[in-house]
């Protein structure tokens, strides 16, 4: 039954997707538009002065901010646009809430790996990252992961509140928290212990993270300790650790937000 229920749900989200490519566009285009200013912005910051660094940082905070904003926002509407085709749905006893929203996670898929490609490849080297296969590789798979993970915090803030106008508004108060407490601000071993927990359900400060660890593990041996970014802002999980939290993060996320859609969907029955 549940095989069935994915197999037929993932063929309208995909004949939906087809049929109305235009957001699929939309965030190809804007993750085009983002890298191409970013370019100029941050240009060629590959050198190993203390102000090249700095700039480095800041840079690949913004980047780690931007991709977090960008996957949040095309996702908090998506429950809401659909509310009531799928409550419909529900008290008709069609299918399930997992194979649902599962599916609708496989069908948005492609379009955050297709534009988080794209938005590496634009940026990285226009930028000064270190100039390795490997390591750009790397970098993508931070794009990648916040994106899934953001998409999951966009996933959940949709569900929990009841009308588009409210998600909307709602999101950016949820997220500047998470921002703030992304690394960059502020030192992550001097944050208060009564709201330090913020900072470890954060998307920003784990793929903030990865990416400091990942430009700078390959530079370590260019500049002085004192100047490693890794360092003064008291980085200490590694780039495997903090990747491998971002995806813990994005899967309880999902855990949460179908548990979630259960309790909405028990109330209007």
């Known amino acids: 039954m549940f095989g069935l229920q994915m197999r037929q749900l993932l063929k309208r989200e995909s004949l939906n997707q087809v049929r109305d490519p235009k957001e699929f566009r939309v965030r190809i285009l804007r993750q085009v ?9 941050f240009w060629k910051l590959d050198g190993n002065s203390r102000q ?16 977090v904003m960008m996957s949040l926002q095309s996702a908090v509407l998506a429950f809401q646009m659909e509310r009531p085709i799928f ?5 008709e006893k069609m299918y399930g809430v997992a194979p649902y929203y599962l599916a609708k996670v496989i069908i948005e898929l492609p379009s955050i790996i297709i534009s988080g490609v794209l938005f590496s490849c634009i940026v990285y080297f226009g930028i000064g990252l270190y100039p390795n296969v490997w ?5 993508t798979f931070v794009i990648l992961l916040l994106g899934f993970a953001s998409s999951a915090y966009g996933h959940f803030i949709s569900i929990l509140f009841n009308t588009p106008e409210t998600a909307v508004a709602a999101s950016p108060i949820i997220l500047l928290p998470l921002v703030i407490l992304g ?7 001097n944050v208060p212990s009564w709201i330090a927990w913020l900072q470890y359900i ?6 903030f993270e990865s990416e400091l660890q990942n430009e700078f593990s390959f530079r370590e041996d260019e500049i002085p300790p004192q100047n490693n970014p890794v360092n003064f802002l008291a980085f200490g999980l590694g780039y495997a650790a903090a990747m491998f939290l971002l995806v813990a993060v994005s899967i309880t996320l999902r855990i949460l937000t179908i548990l979630l ?9």
């Open 33 to 41: 538009i983002i890298g191409l200013l970013i370019i100029p912005v």
């Open 52 to 67: 090249e660094i700095y700039g480095m940082a800041g840079a690949l905070f913004f980047i780690a901010t931007n991709q």
């Open 87 to 91: 409550l419909r749905e529900q008290a």
């Open 135 to 139: 390591a750009w590789l790397r970098f």
């Open 183 to 189: 690394g960059f601000f502020t030192n992550s071993g």
């Open 202 to 207: 954060s998307p920003t400060r784990y793929g």
């Open 261 to 269: 859609l259960k309790v909405k969907v028990s109330k209007f029955q």
